[in-house]
């Protein structure tokens, strides 16, 4: 959260700043001619100050540390760090100058932790939130954040799962459409194929019936017919066979008339001498073996 700026610079911070920069130079030196090792020392003493800067940042800061759901501010950390400095300068004050030296060294580390403490609580505003304040909403904004994201991430988990029951539904109609389109093409196979049956089917039985019927007529006309024998003179018999018989004059009178009065009057026409009754008779019988034929 950005903290509000102070309308003026606190005069402590001058002195504070002095003081870091004289820490720094006196623990660098001190750390340096403590380890004997040239650029090995200076990286440590140099990691000492850079660390201790760091923290004063975040002590400004306001940042925390959460360890098992409790907040940590970086303070003791900074105290950590000064007080493992000066007691580097302190050994390295033993070692080279004695007691005095060796109290007088770490004056400065601690002079100057001390003063940036002053310092950075003169540049906190008063009406900013405490650490405990920050941290209560930091946790409400996360748990918002969480619902939020937790929300979106339950309404993709939905979006995929219809997206997949649509593609199913879509698979299924795909399948329904192809077999009703297999369907429709073996019903209009079925329809031509009648179609085509109707077309030929008339022409098939009126041939087979004018077949049978030729057959029928010509056994018919095959089965001689043996003239009556009434006189045995040689004028009668030779009108006798002139004559044609009753049977064929009715089955061609028959195949003529449709009607078998017209037909019986036809063959009486022919046949003036001819017993109406018999002519009737023959055309009835004619007519039946006829019809017969033709079912």
């Known amino acids: ?14 002195g504070a700043a002095a003081l870091a920069v004289l820490s720094l130079l006196w623990s660098g030196y001190a750390i340096t001619d403590l380890m004997q090792s040239g650029r090995f020392g200076l990286s440590v003493a140099l990691a000492g100050d ?3 800067i ?3 940042w975040a002590e400004y800061r306001g940042i925390t540390i959460q360890i098992k759901s409790k907040s940590y501010s970086a303070a003791p950390a900074g105290w950590a760090i000064a007080l493992g400095v000066a007691a580097l300068l ?12 060796m109290y007088a060294g770490p004056f400065v580390v601690l002079v100057g932790k001390i003063v940036w403490t002053f310092a950075l609580a003169a540049l906190r505003d008063p009406a900013a939130l405490t650490a405990d304040q920050e941290a209560e909403i930091a946790a409400v904004m996360r748990d918002s954040e969480y619902e939020a994201r937790l929300h979106a991430a339950q309404l993709a988990g939905v979006d995929r799962a219809a997206d997949a029951e649509i593609a199913r539904i879509r698979a299924e109609a795909r399948i329904t459409l192809a077999r009703d389109d297999a369907d429709a093409e073996i019903r209009l196979e079925r329809i031509e194929k009648l179609r085509e049956i109707e077309r030929r089917s008339p022409l098939a039985i009126s041939t087979r019936r004018d077949r ?3 057959e029928h007529h010509r056994d018919q006309i095959a ?18 066979r002139e004559q044609p018989s009753l049977a064929d004059v009715v089955r061609e009178q028959i195949a003529i008339h449709a009607e078998n009065a017209d037909a019986v009057r036809s063959t009486l026409a022919k046949l003036p001498g001819a017993n109406p009754k018999s002519v009737a008779a023959a055309v009835r019988r004619a007519r039946s073996q006829a019809q017969g034929a033709y079912n």
Request: charged share 15%; proline share 15%; aromatic share 4%.
């Open 1 to 14: 959260m950005k903290r509000p700026t102070l309308p003026h610079t606190p005069p402590i911070l001058y």
């Open 50 to 52: 850079i660390g201790w």
């Open 54 to 56: 760091t923290v004063l």
């Open 90 to 101: 302190a050994r390295h004050g033993h070692d080279v100058g004695g007691a005095g030296q």
């Open 212 to 214: 049978e019927h030729s």
């Open 223 to 240: 089965i001689p017919t043996l003239p009556p024998v009434a006189n045995t003179g040689p004028t009668r018999a030779n009108t006798d």
